[in-house]
């Protein structure tokens, strides 16, 4: 064939499939025939390139002359495919997209050049990839065309389509190619140079407007008091993305270097079934895109997953297949705390860029709340074990006597303390409290407790347990003083040594109050300790009150203190009744006077005779 005859013929295949667009437009519901057309005249148009090779070939050689050559051909190639009115996708034998034409840009909503050097089959409907890489593989190793049935997903739209499969020979490529004809069947083809939706002013503006609600439900979500009381922060986020921003959630925090999966959110509709709990056990160590993100440090987007393998394996393949994965991302939470991981499904408008940059705000948001409830918790045991260090949980039974305690904490860390225990010859308590609020109080409060109980063991005087203890607080250098008063119980006496602590009370069985000497200077001032010391005899009947500071200071609106003029005229009011009702009975009129408001943790201890 002559180089006019050539130029002839390939007139009139455009011309040939100029009506087969015609046809197309025509009869959509009969598209059949038009793609057995198209595919006869992609044989024609395949044959006309093989005779003008050889026609070129022919040619005289001459300066440039092969370039010429390879020129004309490009350019006849061009032509033809261009020219189709069907989606034609030229793929290599690893089904990695290498050409498309203008009419797959327009049926697939991409702009020209998105899917070169992405993987085709991505595209293809989950359930029929595996019989397209039978059908690629076919066509490449016989050469004999294949025809199938399936559906094509990309940037939320799918088609139905039947695509057929073709063996080219490229000039200048050195592996064979096939052409894939995708002809869409029930689908109505936008218009052409229709403006997609996503591309408007107006969607982009909502779409930054929805990232910022995400923004500001996720710090209110994170922000809120129970996300540090309890461990919900990660749930909540989860299912909160879950809800808005994807198909599947997956959350992998770090623990001792190594990553695990904490939380896994799966589609609304999705049974709670094996898939499910495979990604549940699916380890993290096993993620390309896990490492990749908590070694970099930032996220990763992909817009269409072209490596199925990134999430792991289970037992039915790669994650990312069974769960119908068409685009990933993910970000770090917190500085290397864990990873955030998002899927969507084909049928889902991809992740971008724009995306990307939220979601790694909201990495950043969840792992400043995951660590400051980590903190909190670690602060809030420290406090109980605190709290329990300088408060038992239960009082023991004294031989002769009942006793009862109320303990009200304040408004930080308790630095007040109470204590019933075993001295030799008989029972001891001891009531009192560092000078001070917060953790550094009630650690010398725990001290100065302790102390008085372990040597109470081998000393008969309260008075010089004080001093003991005093020595020891002034020689620990804590800058801290105490007020504490100690009682050793045998029989009917009680023998109160007193180191700047209020007196105690005796409620006598008339209802009659009166108040012990107190006296003596804190503990921790001075290497010689000042300490007040009597002897009190409690007879059956009667009850001896000791009480906190946080008690008698106690304001109402007014500004005016609690007392101890009001305390005894309640004390008054409970003659003959239980400790344990005297206590409650002080507690229930300090809470009445003071409107509910505590500042200073509040202890009442009673002692009754029996």
Known sequence: ?????????????????????????????????TLDAALAELDTAVELLAEAREELRKAPKRAGGKKDGTQRELKLLRQVFRAFPVPVIVIDGGGVVRRINPETSRVLGSPDGYLVGRSFPLLVDVSRRA????????????????????????????????IALTRLTMPGEPQQMVAAVALPTEVQLPEPGGWRPEQTDGA??????????LLAKMAA???????????????????????????WVIADMVRGGVPYRSAVVAPKNHPLGDLVRQVESAAPAGSQVVLQVLERGSGVVQEMVDDESL?????????????????????PIGRSDGVLTLVRGHDKPPYTLADLAVMQEVGMQLGLAVRAQTSF????????????????????????????????????VGAEFYDVFPVSGGWGFALGGAAGKGEEAASVSAMVRGGLRVLSVWETDPALVMRKVNEALVTQGTGMFVMAAVGFVKGREIRLSSAGHHPAALLQSDGGV???????????????????AETLTVGVGETLVLYSEGLVSSRNERGEPYGEERLADVLTRCAGQSPSTVVKAVEADRHAFSGGQVWDEIVVFALRGV
Do not use: K
């Open 1 to 33: 064939m002559t180089m006019p005859d050539l130029e002839h013929a390939l007139d009139a295949l455009a011309g040939r499939v100029s009506s087969l667009r015609e046809a197309r437009t025509a009869y959509p519901g009969d598209l059949a025939p």
């Open 221 to 247: 979500l994170l922000l809120d008091e129970e996300a540090l009381l309890r461990p919900v922060s990660l749930p909540r986020a989860t299912r909160l993305l879950g809800a808005e921003w994807a198909d």
């Open 514 to 532: 009166r108040f012990a000497a107190g006296g003596g200077v804190p503990l921790g001032i001075a290497l010689e300790a000042e300490t007040g």
């Open 204 to 213: 982009l503006l909502l779409a930054s407007a929805r990232r910022q609600d």
């Open 311 to 331: 999430l792991g394996f289970c037992a039915e393949g790669p994650l990312l297949t069974v769960m119908g994965a068409g685009s990933l991302l993910s970000v």
């Open 377 to 412: 918790q670690s602060r809030s045991r420290a406090a109980d074990a605190l709290s329990a260090s300088v408060a038992p949980r239960n009082l023991p039974d004294v031989p002769g006597y009942e006793a009862a305690a109320v303990y009200s904490p304040g408004s930080s």
């Open 131 to 162: 019989a397209f890489r039978s059908h690629l593989t076919s066509v490449l190793q016989t050469g004999q065309p294949s025809a199938f049935e399936t559906r094509l997903a990309h940037q939320g739209r799918t088609h139905t389509v039947q």
